[in-house]
């Protein structure tokens, strides 16, 4: 079955910075890679999601980039705020109706 | 989106007895899932509610433990059975194919769950 891996565990910025989480996935057939934002005691909620038709899409301060080839996809977030501290989850799945395989989490902590 | 509320929000339970957690939404939905999520931990998926048939099974997880109904497109149940402290964890349930919307599964508020 599918496998994804993320990196890092725990990411620590400061206000105003960049940061980036990278995950890979196994399963060359997975073709819809969302990205999932989780706030203390909240639901995850979904931030931004890429098909394997494209290679990057953007919405305001956040990016997501995908290389099928190398069967990796990362999250970019600019000008980071405090209120961007959260656990962050990848995910990977075949696309509707299949299920979705999550990575372990990275925890963003934004310092003011 | 569709909006999807879970009932208990939170419960306190004895070992050795059950809990039964709905997932309603507000419109009709093709698929509806349920997971797992233990404390700092990720989501794992339970399995996914069919409706008209049984649910489908992730590896390591039995329909006797957790038995799943879905009697329509807009509901569905989560049975713990039997319970321990090693149940205690978030339970979620996901739904995915609103109208208008594909692939994308949004997420239920979670039940809190506390074995004693």
């Known amino acids: 079955g599918e496998n994804v891996e993320q990196h890092p565990s725990t990411l620590s910025v400061q206000e105003g910075d960049s940061a980036v989480i990278k995950c890979t996935y196994s399963?060359?057939?997975?073709?819809?890679f969302p990205w999932y934002k989780q706030e203390l005691g909240k639901r995850p909620q979904l931030i931004i999601d890429?098909?394997?038709?494209?290679g990057e899409k953007k919405d305001q301060r956040i990016a997501v980039t995908l290389n099928k080839t190398a069967k990796h996809f990362s999250l970019h977030i600019t000008e980071t705020q405090p209120e961007d501290s959260a656990v962050y989850f990848c995910a990977a799945s075949k696309g509707s109706n299949y299920k979705l395989t999550f990575g372990k989490g990275t925890l963003l902590t934004v310092n003011p | 989106s569709a909006v999807i509320s879970q009932k208990p929000s939170r419960d306190i339970c004895q070992r050795g007895t059950s809990l039964t957690i709905q997932c309603q939404v507000d419109?009709?939905?093709?698929?509806m899932f349920w997971y797992r999520q233990q404390p700092g931990q990720s989501l794992t998926l339970i399995a996914t509610a069919n409706q008209g048939s049984e649910a489908t099974y992730e590896s390591g997880f039995v329909i006797d433990k957790f038995p799943i109904s879905r009697p329509n497109l807009t509901f569905s149940t989560l049975t713990v059975s039997n319970m321990s402290p090693e149940d205690s964890s978030i339970y979620l349930c996901?739904?995915?194919?609103?109208?208008?919307?594909?692939?994308?599964?949004?997420f239920g508020p979670g039940t809190r769950l506390t074995v004693l």
């Open positions: 996901s739904v995915e194919g609103a109208p208008g919307i594909t692939d994308t599964q949004y």
């Open positions: 890429i098909r394997s038709n494209v």
């Open positions: 419109s009709q939905v093709t698929m």
């Open positions: 399963d060359s057939a997975s073709n819809y």
